[in-house]
């Protein structure tokens, strides 16, 4: 398989906040592109307090894909609490991780991949900026 991609670090990650209190929106690229096909890949805390601590990530292509997978990963105070894997043959998906809430600071990262059956893939990554929870 060949693959290649692209990394986006905190700095220009994409924060897209559901959440009241979470922090500000982070700019970045509205639409990556993943095997030629435009994409748009969102990463944003769904809860932060209260019973849990949850995030989603998704992408959404514009064009055919073979196959989609969104890895999703939640980390407390640097260490990995809850993580999920999601694909599809269609052209977008969307996965959630979550944790019952501990006090702490929270990052999420996502890694969207697409494969195609000529065994050529791509990916892009996105990781939040760490967010700090009070339960």
């Known amino acids: 398989m060949k693959l290649k991609g692209t990394l986006f670090t905190a700095g220009v990650a994409m924060l897209l906040c559901a959440v009241p209190g979470a922090p500000a929106a982070q700019a970045a ?4 592109g993943l095997l030629g096909g435009t994409c748009s890949p969102s990463l944003y805390f ?3 307090g209260g019973a849990a601590v949850a995030v989603n990530a998704s992408v959404s292509c514009s064009s055919s894909i073979d196959y989609l997978q969104v890895d999703v990963q939640l980390r407390r105070d640097g260490s990995a609490v809850a993580s999920n894997v999601c694909g599809t043959t269609s052209w977008s998906v ?3 991780a979550g944790v019952a809430c501990q006090s ?3 990052q999420a990262s996502a890694q969207f991949q697409a494969y195609s ?3 050529y893939g ?4 996105y990781t939040t900026p760490a967010y700090t929870v009070t339960c």
């Not at 791509?122 to 990554?125: F, L, M, N, Q, S």
């Open 46 to 48: 769904t809860q932060a």
């Open 117 to 119: 059956t000529s065994g």
């Open 104 to 106: 702490g600071s929270y």
């Open 94 to 96: 969307s996965c959630d």
């Open 122 to 125: 791509d990916y892009a990554t």
């Open 29 to 32: 690229a509205a639409s990556v």
